[in-house]
């Protein structure tokens, strides 16, 4: 799936044009997941719609399964799952009726059972959907996008309002949808959930791309590190560090230094000025942190906050 020069402009009440999509070239590889990262307003939601043929884009071009849109929106929405906003399910009736239901009008009666099983509903099938937990709803919307068998499946912010581990069950299906062949995209603010689960992302702001590729190389290409060292006499220790040029904050008797590219040098500074390490761990940097580098103050200030 990809984009190339996407664009869409809004009119506010005040007939201000908004901006929500400017220019974006998104490349979603075919197999794994893929995470679309970014604040508040970034224009996410407006790119996915335009994915599934529900907003016409001002200009650019949209490729999705093989085929171009507007045309081929017919052949490539029938092999797309969407999970954009909360489906409307029978609050009386059980998960299971529901998604048979659902079933017969795509002639995937058959089905049911086993995609109960594989979102982890079949103890709760019979219980009616309005006693379900949030996660719980989510797993039967994951489970009626997979009735027709699509080969890409999008997730709009699947994890809002949902606990700990009602997060962790969409993290699971997501990976097994992937770990099937399937391609996942997934719009969310939760970096340290997909981090987890990514294979590959695309961080926007403003509507604009600002970074892509593979979780791992963003992470190794972006962030520097800190490194914490617990050391013999940390005002000592801290000073030395900072001669040397290094941002150095203290946390109670342990250092964190910053923007090191070889933890040696620290142990070498620290022994020429009579300090010693007790300790001395690397900090991984993670998805959080070249967000925040990649977004500053307006990733910094989405409500929802890293992680939540
Ligand atoms: N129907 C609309 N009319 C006017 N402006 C809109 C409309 N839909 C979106 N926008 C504006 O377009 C911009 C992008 O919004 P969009 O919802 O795509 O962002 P997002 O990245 O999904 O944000 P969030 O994470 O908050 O859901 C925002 O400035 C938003 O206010």
Redesign the pocket.
């Known amino acids: 799936m990809r984009t190339r020069g996407l664009r869409k402009t ?3 009440f005040t007939l201000r044009e ?1 901006v ?2 400017e220019g974006l070239d998104l490349e979603v590889p075919v197999g794994g997941v893929h995470a679309f990262l ?10 996915i719609r335009m994915l599934l043929g529900l907003e016409r884009p001002d200009s650019g071009s949209i490729r999705v399964l093989g085929h171009d849109l507007p045309g081929g929106l017919g052949a490539a929405v029938a092999k797309v799952g969407a999970i954009v906003e909360q489906p409307r399910f029978y609050p009386a009736f059980s998960g299971r009726r529901n998604l048979s239901l659902l079933a017969q009008s795509v002639g995937a009666g058959a089905k049911v059972d086993g995609l109960l099983a594989q979102v982890g509903l079949a103890d709760r099938a019979g219980d009616r959907y309005r006693s379900y937990s949030l996660g719980m709803k989510q797993r039967l919307a994951v489970a009626s996008t997979l009735l027709k068998d699509p080969e890409l499946v999008i997730f709009d ?1 699947p994890t809002n309002g949902l606990d700990p581990a009602g997060v962790h069950d969409v993290r699971t299906i997501m990976r097994a949808l992937a770990d099937a062949g399937r391609t996942v995209l997934v ?1 969310s ?1 939760m970096l340290a959930e997909v981090e987890q689960v990514a294979d590959t992302v695309s961080i ?1 702001v403003g ?1 604009r791309l600002v970074a892509d590729g593979r979780v791992a190389d963003l992470i190794g290409s972006r962030a520097r590190g800190a490194v914490r060292v617990d050391v013999t006499d940390p005002v000592r220790g801290g000073e030395a560090l900072e001669r040397r040029g290094w941002i150095v904050r203290r946390d109670g008797e342990v250092l964190v230094v910053e923007g090191v590219d070889d933890p040696v040098e620290i142990s070498r500074v620290l022994a020429d000025a009579g300090v010693y390490a007790r300790e001395l761990v690397a900090e991984r940097p993670d998805l959080e942190q070249v967000f925040l580098e990649l977004t500053g103050a307006q990733g910094a200030a ?1 409500p929802q906050g890293v992680g939540a």
Request: net charge positive; no cysteine.
């Open positions: 809004y009119r506010s908004v929500a999509v970014g604040p508040n307003g970034a224009g996410k939601t407006t790119t912010e719009s603010h926007v509507g989405r």
